[in-house]
């Protein structure tokens, strides 16, 4: 079992930016990929970035390519998503899941164990 524990999220101005973390409990963090994904009201969940065990690969969706970006810290069991120029249509409950696999990051299916969420919200 892996517990996931988001943290960061708050309100912000649009051109403003947010780091967001995820705190891993429980069984060993490694060699799990992580993934963040965000769901706005009425709306699917979405993927957003993603991470191998090593930090060595990553993947982005199209809308936050170059504003975004995801890392992780092995030793302290904690992966991060800064997010720059935030964007009005940013705004959802942002949640980091990890994954055994590592292929099709961006479906939701592919994670094991998710956490609460951490809502983000930008204002125009």
């Known amino acids: 079992q892996v517990q996931l524990v988001e943290s960061g999220g708050g309100l912000v101005q649009a051109g403003g930016s947010l780091r967001l973390s995820c705190a891993a409990s429980g069984r060993t963090f490694s060699p799990y990929a992580m993934g963040w994904f965000r769901q706005a009201p009425g709306k699917e969940r979405e993927f957003v970035a993603a991470i191998s065990w090593r930090g060595t690969s990553t993947r982005y969706t199209d809308s936050v390519k170059g504003r975004f970006t995801i890392s992780r810290d092995n030793a302290k069991n904690t992966v991060y998503l800064q997010m720059n120029s935030l964007k009005p249509e940013d705004t959802a409950a942002y949640y980091c899941?990890?994954?055994?696999?590592?292929?099709?990051?961006?479906?939701?299916?592919?994670?094991?164990?998710w956490g609460q969420g951490t809502q983000v919200t930008v204002s125009s």
């Open positions: 899941a990890t994954t055994r696999y590592y292929t099709n990051w961006p479906i939701a299916g592919t994670y094991d164990y």
